[in-house]
């Protein structure tokens, strides 16, 4: 199984600035995810972080709001930039273990932005 | 377009009851489904994988099952505890897409 680690776990922002989150693997995984969970939703895929290439975006979701970096294959980030209110959530990295195709998930980020 | 819902939202019980979670997809070519717990304001926990070919997984007093035919996969949680007490989320990994697509949760509470 893979154990993921995400910095930071909370934060508290003020509208127009930028906040990049980390998320580090302890094992190599091919396929790195980034969830959004607005309050008392379910799991919305922003973008799959593809190691050495742009990511892939989900509908509505864009690179100039969203950029993401994949530098290898244990470590990824994600910048919330220009950041109103409606951007408050907890953000959730994920990996995907191969063979099984199992995943898992980081501990989230809780972003309040004032 | 995979679509994966569950039933009930929400459920309330005394402890030591037997508990019956649902969850349902549209599209039935996945690689498997994955039942995750989630604590307020935590990340996901997974509990159990079942992969496309099995019928059910075990896992101390929880066990899932699918059945792909009809687009079901249930939790069943034995003899409850209020330590239980979380949101449920079933998640559906498709082979057209290789994205999980996550259901919107039972949130369930296990009362002394």
């Known amino acids: 199984s893979a154990v993921i680690s995400q910095k930071p776990s909370r934060d508290i922002c003020q509208r127009g600035t930028s906040l990049t989150i980390q998320c580090q693997v302890d094992?190599?995984?091919?396929?790195m995810f980034w969830y959004r969970q607005q309050p008392g939703q379910s799991l919305t895929l922003i973008a799959t972080?593809?190691?050495?290439?742009?990511?892939?975006?989900e509908s509505g979701f864009v690179i100039d709001k969203f950029p993401i970096s994949r530098p290898n294959l244990t470590f990824s980030t994600l910048t919330v930039s220009n950041m109103s209110p409606e951007d408050s959530s907890i953000y959730l990295c994920?990996?995907?273990?191969?063979?099984?195709?199992?995943?898992?998930f980081g501990p989230g980020t809780r972003l309040t932005v004032t | 377009k995979q679509e994966v819902t569950q039933i009930p939202a929400a459920l309330s019980v005394p402890e030591g009851e037997n508990l019956v979670l649902n969850c349902s997809f549209t599209?039935?070519?996945?690689?498997?489904l994955q039942w995750f717990r989630q604590d307020p304001g935590k990340g996901l926990t997974s509990l159990l994988l079942?992969?496309?070919?099995?019928r059910e997984q075990t896992s101390g007093r929880l066990n899932a099952s699918l059945d792909k035919s009809s687009g079901r996969s249930t939790l069943y949680i034995a003899a409850s505890q209020p330590g239980d007490s979380a949101t449920y989320l079933c998640?559906?990994?498709?082979?057209?897409?290789?994205?999980?697509?996550f259901g919107t949760g039972t949130r369930l509470q296990v009362f002394p």
């Open positions: 994920s990996a995907l273990d191969s063979p099984s195709y199992e995943q898992y």
């Open positions: 094992s190599q995984v091919t396929m």
């Open positions: 972080a593809n190691q050495g290439s742009e990511a892939t975006y």
């Open positions: 599209d039935s070519a996945i690689y498997n």
């Open positions: 079942i992969q496309s070919s099995q």
């Open positions: 998640a559906a990994l498709s082979y057209n897409t290789d994205k999980l697509i």
